[in-house]
């Protein structure tokens, strides 16, 4: 099994371009998570979804887009890059849970390290 | 205010040491997470429980419902488990992690 997997790993952006965080799972898991992480700080929920056509916003849902055409597929959309969505970012699942529980084991992506100048 | 709070935030210890990470949290729960992040950033899940005790290995985790406690135990400690610990109790409800560096 492959897991969670996160593209690309490392991304340089310029102030104003736009991205597309690729994530993918083949544990055919409902939930799916978009978080950051920032030095110092906890992850903070971006976007989450509880399956294939449903999806809301987190804690720091601004300046992101997300959608969820399929279960396995949750991709992290960045219309208009800004100097402070400089962060790592990590894509999650789990099985069972909701916007409040995880109630079963998380699995993560690697994770893209996103540096906008 | 977090609602999930770790301590230490960060811990050296030498090699073969036994290593205790705390977690405390203000919210009810259906399960609590232990995740270990390594240097090269990769998050992978340690534990879930929702009461009692789990052991893999040289790591237990306990967790107490009624007090809002976990522990994340480490004995015989090796530099390999030099990382970032997390807790996480919920989507919207992690710990800033312990940063454990072992020496050899």
């Known amino acids: 099994n492959a897991g969670v997997t996160q593209t690309p790993k490392f991304r340089i952006l310029k102030i104003g371009q736009s991205m597309t965080l690729q994530c993918t799972q083949d544990?055919?898991?409902?939930?799916m998570y978009w978080y950051r992480q920032d030095p110092g700080m906890g992850l903070k929920l971006i976007y989450y979804s509880v399956g294939a056509g449903i999806t809301d916003k987190g804690e720091v849902p601004n300046g992101y887009n997300v959608s969820r055409s399929t279960t396995e597929d949750f991709p992290l959309r960045l219309e208009l890059a800004a100097p402070s969505q400089t962060s790592v970012y990590f894509c999650?699942?789990?099985?069972?849970?909701?916007?409040?529980?995880?109630?079963?084991?998380?699995?993560f992506g690697n994770g893209t390290r996103l540096t906008v100048t | 205010k977090n609602e999930v709070e770790q301590s230490p935030q960060n811990l050296t210890a030498q090699e073969g040491e036994f290593i205790t990470i705390n977690c405390s949290y203000s919210v009810g729960i259906s399960a609590l997470h232990w995740l270990q992040q390594h240097p090269g950033g990769g998050i992978v899940s340690l534990f879930m429980l929702s009461s009692g005790k789990k052991k893999h290995g040289r790591l237990i985790a306990t967790i107490n419902i009624q007090e809002k406690h976990s522990s994340l135990h480490i004995t015989a400690s090796h530099p390999r488990d030099s990382a970032v610990y997390i807790c996480a109790v919920g989507p919207l409800n992690f710990g800033k992690g312990t940063s454990l560096l072992v020496t050899p």
């Open positions: 999650a699942s789990s099985y069972e849970g909701s916007h409040l529980t995880y109630n079963s084991p998380l699995h």
């Open positions: 544990m055919n898991h409902n939930y």
